[in-house]
Structure formats: C-alpha cells, structure tokens
C-alpha cells in the first residue's frame, strides 16, 4: 500500500486540471479499447479533454401535420416543435411565479417543506454546513416527524439527490449533515450520491479531493413539494441563501411536472450509491458500479432508466395534448396558455436532448429577434459560440466580473479562474470585433457589491414584442462542462400570459440593470490583467470549469 500512497502525495503536490488533463487524454487513448471489449479497466479515465468540433446539430424537423402540439396559431406556436423531442406539459400561467432573491428562495424551500404531505425531492450538488443548512435540515426533521405522529404507516416520504464527491468533501459534509435524520427516519429517507462513471481507476486514486470534482458531478437543482417544484441553478449552500444571486422559477400545483422531476430525480437516484444509516454506500442491488464496474454497461444502464422517464412522459403529454386540442377546437382558448419543456443533457450517459434543443433554438432565432443569455461561468462550447457569431439574432450576453465570480479571492490555484474567465471573454469579444458584430452581440459583466453571480439562462423575445415568451432556466451554464460531463436539466418554458411574460422581462431587467457594457478599454483595466501563466495554462483547463 507504500507506493499508491506515494504516488498520491506526488500527485496532491504537483495536481492542477492542466495535470489531469494531459494525464487523462494519454491514459484515455491507451485503455480504452480494452473496457470496450468486454474487460473492465482499472485504467479507464476520463473523456477526452480536447473539445470535439462537429457541425452544430440540428433536430429533425417533423413532417406532417402538428398533431400533439396543436396549433401553431399564437406565440406559443413559434416553439412548439420542441413538443416532438421532449415531453410538453400544458400549465396556466398564473401557476407559474419567479422568486427574486436568495432569500425569497430559501424561505419557500422552508415554508414547503413544513407543509409538505406526501413527498420532498431534492436535487443538488451539495448540501451546505452551516447554520442555515442545518435550519433547512431540521424543517425535513420536523415534517417527518409530524408524518409519523399522525399516522401508524407515514405519507411522507424524503428523497434527497446529491454528488457523491462534492457531497463527500472534508470530515463534516453534506453526508454528515444528513446522516442523523437517515438513522432517525430509515423508512423514510433516501440520499442518493451520484458518482460519475468517468471518475474511476487510477485518476479517482490520485486525483485528491475537490480536483476530482472536475471529471464530472450531479448538477441538476431541482426542489419539489408534493404537486409544486422549483427549478433553479441554485445549491443548497448559504451563500445561495443570503448573497450568491440565481434565478428560480416556481411552478405552482403543477403535478404533471412535478411527476416527471420526481422520476427523474429517483431516476437517476436508482444508477447511484445509497447512503446507509453509518455512512457506508452502496448500490441497488443488479446495479451495475459507476467505477467498479464496466464503464459501458454503466452508461447503458443508467441511459436505460433515465430515458425510460423521458420516452414515457413524452408518449403520455402527447396522447393527452392530443385529447385537449380536440376538445378545444373551434374554443377561444384556456387558461393554460404557457408550455413547460423539461430538457435533460447527461452526456457521461449517452444523453444529449438540452444541448440538440439549445443548439435547435438558437438556429432558428430569427434576424430581429433578441435573446438575453446569461451565465456565471461564461465558457461557450464551439457550437453554441459558432451560432451566436454566425446566426443574425441580437445578443445581450450577461456574464460575471472577476469580483463577483464564484472562485474570486480562492486560495492556490482556483484563485487565478476569474482571470481565465476574463481571458476567455476577451477572446471572444476579439472574434465579435474581427468579424464586425459589435452592434448585434453585446457583452456585459454583471456588478454587485459583497455579491457573487450564479444566475444562467436566456429570455427570447420575438421579433416586435417587448416582453419575453420564452426563457430557459436551470442548471446549465452553456459551457464545455455542462454539455459534456456534468448531469444536467433545465426547463423551457414558453408562454403567452402576459403576466408571466412580465415577471420574466422585470427578472432579465433587474439583472441587466447591475451590469456595464464591454468594450475593448475594459480589457485595458488594471484589474482585467491576465498573467501570462494563466493565458498558457487556460486552453488546457477551460474544459473543467
């Protein structure tokens, strides 16, 4: 046992992701031909780090009548060719509210939680340890116990979907937070911890702790009560609590919806380790081991499950959507008039549906349409930098300064990402400026005082309309990570409720408000300085971040 741990040390003293990097692409090219034939590589590491660079893809386009999607009469009708690749669930409007604050969405969570009668369901990276943490854990103390109190056979059930090395990290964790209520309450509550398969052999050996994090996590944020559920790019963590800025999206009574994210949080709860009562792990049993077991037979197995929740909620929004247009016809319309689509990307897992549905939507943007995107790590992949630079549409591009990054102030060498961040934004503020584009893509950095910035997203408005019909919101921050490593949903949701579309409009103006407008003397700055080192080192680990 000497000379693993040796080599661990060696490793923790000299580890950076550039390290990991070149590490796994040679180790990758030499073994993993032997895992896909049949054998199980101790050796098999991580996707290539090198970025593939195909031609952006394009969904098919339906032949045909619209038949599940209805009419395409109205707003809603630009987009309803979503409905033939991923489920479409048919909401008012008025069921549909956006929270404000970090604040706003900590209070809810705890509110529902009290009140909740059959079922909790989250889904995070992590779970905090401080204080307000503990707060949110004692609320799901206190409506299991209430659950138990009142009945000899308890409704209610907790299911909690974190990263098992995020989740995992240092001696008090987010599994130490929970494991009392685990002891206390067995019957009741399940913590699933997702391992990526891609993390395993000789890379999970050396790579120390939060390094191993950029393999790839769980990313996924959802939070749901019974019939309602909040979508967010939000962890459960007090800074996205008090001062790290999001966005999140309530939807109200909404049960169909509700029903997909709780099978596809139990989903992917299924292909994960158990966290057992003394804080062991293990997997369902006929399971196949996400870094034990066969890398392939994994990613076969957990694609299975997950798509299973995708293919069947499709085919049933669909004979149900069918029915309701029926039943419509020759009608002035219902109150549902806004669409919910889930989009899930698990490429690890073989699983592409948001990245084919992102790179669909941002195709078809028209040349005087205007879409607000926004991102706190601002890292576009190849594909989606191509149709924003390509494509006629008009950006409004939000992305975090250096002072309100995530990893600013960071010890070693986390602490030099907000200047690759800066990097990565000069280069493409460079390509918009060599090819002219300064007056239809506009790059902003987002300010605030003792704040950070977390918020991803777009809002899509239309050609001639001055509030949105169609924001994405959720986990996915449209960069290399999002689309090829990580677990990832969001949800598109379209409407024609001018309510919504107002709350919308007020949510991308507030944020946009905080901000300043690029040019290139903000490259100029003294604190926009890019140190040599990180300019040489930022192409090899702007995929891990």
């Known amino acids: 046992m000497a000379a693993p741990m040796s080599w661990r040390r060696l490793m923790h003293s000299v580890y950076s992701p550039a390290v990991a990097g070149v590490f796994t692409r040679i180790s990758d090219r030499l073994f993993r031909a032997r895992d896909s034939r049949?054998?199980?590589?101790?050796?098999?590491?991580?996707?290539?780090?090198?970025?593939?660079?195909?031609?952006?893809?394009?969904?098919?386009?339906?032949?045909?009548?619209?038949?599940?999607?209805?009419?395409?009469?109205?707003?809603?009708?630009h987009f309803k060719w979503m409905a033939e690749h991923v489920p479409a669930f048919r909401v008012p409007g008025t069921r549909i509210h956006i929270l404000r604050s970090p604040d706003q969405?900590?209070?809810?969570?705890?509110?529902?939680?009290?009140?909740?009668?059959?079922?909790?369901?989250?889904?995070?990276?992590?779970?905090?340890?401080?204080?307000?943490?503990?707060?949110?854990?004692?609320c799901m103390e206190e409506a299991l116990q209430r659950s138990q109190d009142q009945s000899h056979s308890p409704d209610l059930k907790v299911s909690i979907l974190l990263d098992y090395t995020r989740g995992s990290r240092g001696p008090i964790n987010s599994r130490t937070m929970l494991l009392p209520l685990l002891q206390r309450f067995t019957s009741q509550l399940r913590v699933s911890l997702y391992h990526t398969p891609d993390l395993r052999g000789l890379l999970r050996m050396l790579v120390p702790q939060r390094f191993n994090e950029t393999i790839g996590v769980q990313h996924i944020k959802v939070y749901l009560f019974d019939d309602s559920v909040i979508i967010s790019g939000a962890n459960l963590s007090d800074s996205y609590f008090t001062n790290r800025q999001d966005r999140y999206v309530l939807l109200e009574n909404c049960r169909e919806v509700a029903d997909f994210f709780s099978d596809l949080v139990e989903a992917v709860g299924d292909v994960s380790l158990q966290l057992q009562p003394d804080d062991s792990v293990n997997m369902l049993e006929?399971?196949?081991?996400?870094?034990?077991?066969?890398?392939?037979?994994?990613?076969?197995?957990?694609?299975?499950?997950?798509?299973?929740?995708?293919?069947?909620?499709?085919?049933?929004?669909?004979?149900?959507?069918?029915?309701?247009?029926?039943?419509?016809?020759?009608?002035?319309?219902?109150?549902?008039?806004t669409w919910v689509f889930p989009l899930v990307q698990m490429r690890p897992l073989g699983i592409q549906v948001d990245e084919q549905v992102t790179q669909r939507l941002l195709t078809d943007a028209g040349p005087d349409s205007t879409v607000f995107l926004t991102s706190g790590y601002f890292n576009l992949t190849r594909a989606y930098m191509r149709l924003v630079l390509g494509a006629g549409t008009n950006y409004r591009i939000l992305t975090?300064?250096?002072?309100?990054?995530?990893?600013f102030g960071a010890k070693?060498?986390?602490?030099?990402?907000?200047?690759?961040?800066?990097?990565?934004?000069?280069?493409?503020?460079?390509?918009?400026?060599?090819?002219?584009?300064?007056?239809?893509?506009?790059?902003?950095?987002?300010?605030?005082?003792?704040?950070?910035?977390?918020?991803?997203?777009?809002?899509y408005y239309l050609q001639g309309q001055n509030r949105p019909c169609l924001t994405l919101i959720g986990s996915p921050n449209f960069g290399y990570r999002s689309v090829h490593r990580d677990l990832e949903a969001q949800i598109a949701i379209v409407t024609e409720n001018e309510e919504l579309q107002s709350q919308l409009?007020?949510?991308?103006?507030?944020?946009?408000?905080?901000?300043?407008?690029?040019?290139?003397?903000?490259?100029?700055?003294?604190?926009?300085?890019?140190?040599?080192?990180?300019?040489l080192v930022t192409p090899l680990i702007k995929n891990f971040f």
């Open 412 to 459: 070693g060498v986390a602490g030099a990402i907000p200047a690759a961040y800066v990097h990565i934004a000069r280069q493409f503020y460079s390509q918009v400026c060599q090819l002219g584009q300064q007056e239809r893509v506009h790059l902003h950095e987002y300010h605030r005082a003792q704040w950070t910035f977390h918020a991803k997203g777009l809002w």
């Open 105 to 138: 969405f900590y209070q809810t969570m705890k509110a529902r939680i009290k009140t909740a009668k059959r079922r909790v369901v989250m889904a995070s990276l992590y779970l905090g340890t401080g204080q307000l943490e503990q707060e949110l854990v004692d």
């Open 286 to 337: 006929g399971m196949v081991h996400p870094y034990k077991g066969n890398r392939q037979d994994f990613s076969a197995a957990a694609r299975g499950r997950i798509m299973d929740v995708m293919t069947t909620a499709h085919t049933r929004q669909r004979l149900l959507n069918r029915g309701e247009d029926s039943e419509d016809e020759g009608a002035s319309g219902g109150e549902e008039d």
């Open 38 to 77: 049949g054998g199980s590589s101790v050796l098999l590491l991580a996707p290539l780090l090198a970025e593939a660079d195909p031609a952006p893809y394009r969904l098919a386009r339906p032949t045909g009548s619209a038949g599940a999607q209805g009419s395409a009469d109205g707003l809603c009708g």
């Open 400 to 407: 975090a300064s250096p002072e309100v990054n995530g990893f």
């Open 505 to 535: 409009q007020e949510e991308q103006e507030t944020l946009y408000q905080r901000s300043s407008e690029v040019s290139s003397s903000t490259f100029e700055r003294p604190d926009r300085h890019v140190k040599l080192w990180v300019k």
